[in-house]
């Protein structure tokens, strides 16, 4: 009995959930996801580790033991924020600065929970399967951050103590975490104090320094935030190029409402979704500096390695910014979730005090009450739109009779290999009206593909030639949905998502308004093997 639903028990005492909730019972139950109350209550973390005995990092994920329950963490008072610089802009000092931070970290012993290699093993616990969902009533359910509305708010919380313990331990409680500012071209580079040599010239000395990187992808390389494997060539303008793109997709054409930008709750009755920048330059960063020698691509491209390389922190530092951005650029529609299950969602951390502490989404949502800010940087992506390849192909209309309509195919549909689709839309010569209230966009749902490795597919809409020639700079690139490995928990391999991807500007910017069917082209770049998408549709989404 031990497992029994405790959120059926708080319900019937009238306890934790409000009368709005008791009166929906049936249909809505409240499912926050709850880390361990018992942080022993934890197992060696292998989901996603696609070669556990080669893992170099160990699977051993646990977090130190604590003597008491964790205490709910309430946000301390502060006078001054905490700024967060570009890491590309730092001065010599505040580098030294950073360094004599990472360094009194990695000298902590294993054991100390502040230690260079605990606060890596945070990451692994809470993305490899290490927690279950004991608290919801769930034992035989594995407790995942990833592919879903858990993504952001996570890794704040996780960042928000990663900084401040690292305030701590330079005495410095207005030390503002870094971050690495992937969106701007002069940012566009592994910053490069993650690879100086250290004290006598020698990189391993630089206690920013990770042995397990790309070394082809090191400065003076330009990020290529869409992991093309076949663009080795391409040059920095048009790289530059095509990762404002990317950022302009993922930011603004995707992201259209709230479950675009975070995708949704992981709860077994809702239809997941993953959010755009979580699938996208997310992964991409997370692929693009890991090894792709290592046996699981350590440290970044596999999530159970990921926070043992001081630069994933740097690297989530922009994501957390990108947050904040997506909600001040359109601060009346771009809105954080606000359903009970996301607000009360929480997670469990050791503090710069070393107290163990419960957190929550809702105490997340506003990065001046818990005392830091970003330092400013320009967006030159929100003027990176992408252009169309082709005005008025008439594609769809001329692949009518060659290629299928989604009514005539039989899903799950594999995609193995690159895969065209016609799908029709619900209207066509919509009005600049219509268009404001609701927005066009077209959906994958139920696509499953193997959680151990890298997974990446890209979405065209109206193509004239597979992808062949189409970058994310082109309006025919509506997208990508890639995953760094990890497992979502149960006993098989196969993970499932879905994606979301907003046609309405990419219509009009190529001349399809009046198209009665839109020519999907679905081109899986990496390890597709296993993967299928369930459900293909495109839907008017009314705006908020
Ligand atoms: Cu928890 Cu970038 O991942």
Same mark, same amino acid.
């Given at each position: 009995?031990?497992? @029994?639903?405790?959120?059926? +028990?708080? +319900?019937?005492?009238?306890?934790?959930?409000?009368?709005?909730?008791?009166?929906?019972?049936?249909?809505? @139950?409240?499912?926050? *996801?709850?880390?361990?109350?018992?942080?022993? $209550?934890?197992?060696? &973390?292998?989901?996603?580790?696609?070669?556990?005995?080669?893992?170099?990092?160990?699977?051993?994920?646990?977090?130190?033991?604590?003597?008491?329950?964790?205490?709910?963490?309430?946000?301390?008072?502060?006078?001054?924020?905490?700024?967060?610089? &570009?890491?590309?802009?730092?001065?010599?000092?505040?580098?030294?600065?950073?360094?004599?931070?990472?360094? &009194?970290?990695?000298?902590?012993?294993?054991?100390?929970?502040?230690?260079?290699? !605990?606060?890596?093993?945070?990451?692994?616990?809470?993305?490899?399967?290490?927690? /279950? !969902?004991?608290?919801?009533? =769930?034992?035989?359910?594995?407790?995942?951050?990833?592919?879903?509305?858990?993504?952001?708010?996570?890794?704040?919380?996780?960042?928000?103590?990663?900084?401040?313990? +690292?305030?701590?331990?330079?005495? $410095?409680?207005?030390?503002?975490?870094?971050?690495?500012?992937?969106?701007?071209?002069?940012?566009? %580079?592994?910053?490069?104090?993650?690879?100086?040599?250290?004290?006598?010239?020698?990189?391993?000395?630089?206690?920013?320094?990770?042995?397990?990187? #790309?070394?082809?992808?090191?400065?003076?390389?330009?990020?290529?935030?869409?992991?093309?494997?076949?663009?080795?060539?391409?040059?920095?303008?048009?790289?530059?190029?095509?990762?404002?793109?990317?950022?302009? /997709?993922? %930011?603004?054409?995707?992201?259209?409402?709230?479950?675009?930008?975070?995708?949704?709750?992981?709860?077994?009755?809702?239809?997941?979704?993953?959010?755009?920048?979580?699938?996208?330059?997310?992964?991409?960063? =997370?692929?693009?500096?890991?090894?792709?020698?290592?046996?699981?691509?350590?440290?970044?491209?596999?999530?159970? /390695?990921?926070?043992?390389?001081?630069?994933?922190?740097? =690297?989530?530092?922009?994501?957390?910014?990108?947050?904040?951005?997506?909600?001040?650029?359109?601060?009346?529609?771009?809105?954080?979730?606000?359903?009970?299950?996301?607000?009360?969602?929480?997670?469990?951390?050791? #503090?710069?005090?070393?107290?163990?502490?419960?957190?929550?989404?809702? #105490?997340?949502?506003?990065?001046?009450?818990?005392?830091?800010?970003?330092?400013?940087?320009?967006?030159?992506?929100? !003027?990176?739109?992408?252009?169309?390849?082709?005005?008025?192909?008439?594609?769809?209309?001329?692949?009518?009779?060659?290629?299928?309509?989604?009514?005539?195919?039989?899903?799950?549909?594999?995609?193995?290999?690159?895969?065209?689709?016609?799908?029709?839309?619900?209207?066509?010569?919509?009005?600049?009206?219509?268009?404001?209230?609701?927005?066009?966009?077209?959906?994958?749902?139920?696509?499953?593909?193997?959680?151990?490795?890298?997974?990446?597919?890209?979405?065209?809409? $109206?193509?004239?030639?597979?992808?062949?020639?189409?970058?994310?700079?082109?309006?025919?690139?509506?997208?990508?949905?890639?995953?760094?490995? =990890?497992?979502?928990?149960?006993?098989?391999?196969?993970?499932?998502?879905?994606?979301?991807?907003?046609?309405? !500007?990419?219509?009009?910017?190529?001349?399809?308004? $009046?198209?009665?069917?839109?020519?999907?082209?679905?081109?899986?770049?990496?390890?597709?093997? #296993?993967?299928?998408? /369930?459900?293909?549709? *495109?839907?008017?989404?009314?705006? &908020?």
């Amino acid at each position: 009995m031990q497992n @029994v639903d405790r959120r059926n +028990l708080l +319900l019937g005492l009238g306890g934790l959930y409000g009368a709005a909730n008791m009166t929906n019972i049936g249909s809505a @139950v409240a499912y926050p *996801i709850t880390a361990p109350d018992d942080i022993s $209550d934890c197992v060696a &973390a292998t989901d996603g580790v696609q070669d556990p005995d080669n893992a170099v990092r160990g699977v051993a994920c646990c977090p130190p033991p604590s003597t008491s329950a964790p205490k709910n963490y309430v946000l301390p008072e502060f006078t001054e924020l905490r700024i967060r610089p &570009a890491a590309h802009r730092l001065t010599p000092e505040y580098v030294a600065k950073y360094k004599a931070a990472i360094a &009194a970290m990695k000298a902590l012993p294993d054991t100390h929970p502040h230690s260079w290699k !605990q606060q890596g093993k945070i990451h692994c616990a809470y993305c490899n399967g290490a927690y /279950s !969902q004991v608290m919801n009533g =769930h034992p035989e359910l594995k407790l995942q951050v990833h592919n879903s509305s858990l993504f952001f708010p996570f890794h704040r919380w996780y960042l928000y103590f990663y900084e401040r313990i +690292l305030g701590k331990l330079i005495n $410095d409680p207005t030390f503002g975490l870094p971050y690495w500012n992937w969106d701007n071209p002069t940012g566009m %580079m592994l910053p490069a104090m993650f690879e100086e040599p250290g004290p006598n010239g020698n990189p391993r000395t630089n206690p920013l320094f990770d042995a397990f990187r #790309d070394v082809s992808h090191l400065p003076p390389a330009i990020i290529d935030l869409n992991n093309r494997d076949d663009n080795a060539g391409a040059n920095c303008v048009d790289q530059i190029a095509a990762n404002l793109s990317t950022v302009y /997709s993922q %930011m603004v054409t995707n992201s259209p409402t709230t479950s675009d930008f975070f995708g949704t709750n992981p709860d077994p009755k809702v239809t997941p979704k993953v959010g755009s920048i979580e699938s996208g330059a997310h992964t991409a960063v =997370h692929i693009w500096v890991g090894n792709p020698r290592m046996p699981n691509r350590e440290d970044l491209g596999n999530f159970y /390695s990921a926070g043992y390389d001081p630069a994933f922190y740097v =690297h989530h530092s922009n994501v957390d910014r990108m947050w904040q951005i997506w909600r001040d650029i359109n601060p009346y529609k771009n809105l954080d979730p606000s359903d009970d299950d996301w607000l009360n969602a929480s997670y469990v951390f050791y #503090d710069e005090n070393e107290e163990l502490v419960r957190v929550y989404n809702r #105490d997340c949502v506003d990065i001046h009450k818990m005392g830091y800010d970003f330092e400013n940087s320009r967006l030159p992506w929100l !003027q990176s739109r992408p252009t169309p390849r082709v005005k008025a192909s008439n594609i769809a209309a001329k692949s009518i009779g060659v290629v299928k309509k989604v009514e005539e195919i039989k899903f799950p549909l594999k995609l193995d290999e690159t895969v065209k689709v016609l799908v029709k839309r619900p209207e066509t010569k919509r009005s600049e009206d219509a268009k404001k209230k609701a927005t066009e966009m077209l959906f994958l749902n139920g696509i499953k593909y193997n959680g151990e490795v890298f997974f990446k597919l890209d979405v065209l809409v $109206d193509d004239v030639d597979d992808g062949v020639e189409t970058t994310p700079a082109s309006s025919e690139f509506a997208g990508t949905f890639s995953m760094v490995p =990890h497992n979502h928990g149960g006993d098989k391999m196969l993970m499932t998502s879905g994606a979301a991807f907003g046609i309405t !500007q990419i219509l009009e910017d190529i001349e399809a308004e $009046d198209d009665e069917y839109v020519l999907v082209t679905l081109v899986p770049r990496a390890g597709a093997e #296993d993967a299928s998408v /369930s459900e293909i549709k *495109i839907q008017l989404v009314p705006t &908020a």
